[in-house]
């Protein structure tokens, strides 16, 4: 079955550095990968979507690539902030033709002002 | 917009007695799912519906907890009976396109003593 490789160490940076984090996955490459960011106490909030098709997505600080040779998404925020202080999961269907997501265990971002 | 409402918030209980968490998606989303999240872990989908009908409900436990979705809107999710290892977050989360993001609520914090 498809699994999810997520760094869980906490990833910890100094404020105005780029953060990286790593998604791996295990079996077949799926159709899209999502990225969601989960505060303390709150529900997961979506940030990209990126297809199977798009190397590499942008919104605002966040960058999103996709390398389905290396079965893996990698997840940047440039100039990043005490605010992005949270973690982050990587999500992805469990099958071609399966609309469901699975999730990552995530990965904690701590930014140090 | 409002967004995905869940309640209680908070839940704690002795085992062996019954819980049933509540959810309202957002308007207009038909479909609608139930993760479990435990700490430190990525959420664990329990079962998907798409309007009243439960496509996925492969990973839901049966034989204590069951859910449903009364004319494809509100949902409630109910454990019965609850047992220690039931401790964890449960969250709601809403789709109005497949593939699209999902939309969580706050959860449902289940503790059982």
């Known amino acids: 079955s498809q699994k999810i490789e997520q760094n869980s160490e906490a990833l910890n940076i100094q404020e105005g550095k780029t953060a990286t984090l790593t998604c791996n996955y295990t079996?077949?490459?799926?159709?899209?990968l999502q990225w969601y960011r989960q505060d303390p106490g709150r529900g997961p909030v979506f940030l990209l979507l990126i297809r199977e098709n798009e190397k590499e997505k942008r919104k605002e600080r966040l960058k999103v690539t996709f390398d389905t040779t290396l079965k893996q998404s990698l997840f940047h925020i440039t100039a990043s902030q005490p605010a992005d202080s949270a973690t982050y999961l990587c999500a992805l269907p469990p099958g071609r033709s399966s609309y469901k997501l699975i999730f990552g265990s995530g990965t904690r971002l701590l930014v140090r002002p | 917009e409002a967004g995905v409402v869940q309640s209680p918030r908070y839940k704690i209980i002795e085992k062996k007695q019954p819980v049933a968490f509540w959810c309202n998606p957002i308007?207009?989303?038909?479909?609608l799912y139930w993760y479990l999240q435990n700490l430190g872990q990525g959420p664990e989908l329990l079962i998907r519906?798409?309007?009243?009908?439960?496509?996925?409900d492969s990973q839901l436990p049966k034989d204590r907890f069951s859910a449903e979705r009364l004319k494809g809107v509100d949902s409630t999710l109910k454990i019965q009976p609850a047992e220690l290892g039931d401790s964890a977050v449960y969250l709601c989360?809403?789709?109005?396109?497949?593939?699209?993001?999902?939309?969580f609520g706050e959860g449902s914090r289940l503790t059982v003593l």
């Open positions: 519906y798409e309007n009243e009908e439960a496509v996925d």
């Open positions: 989360a809403s789709s109005y396109r497949d593939p699209g993001e999902l939309f």
């Open positions: 079996n077949y490459s799926p159709a899209y």
């Open positions: 308007s207009g989303h038909n479909t």
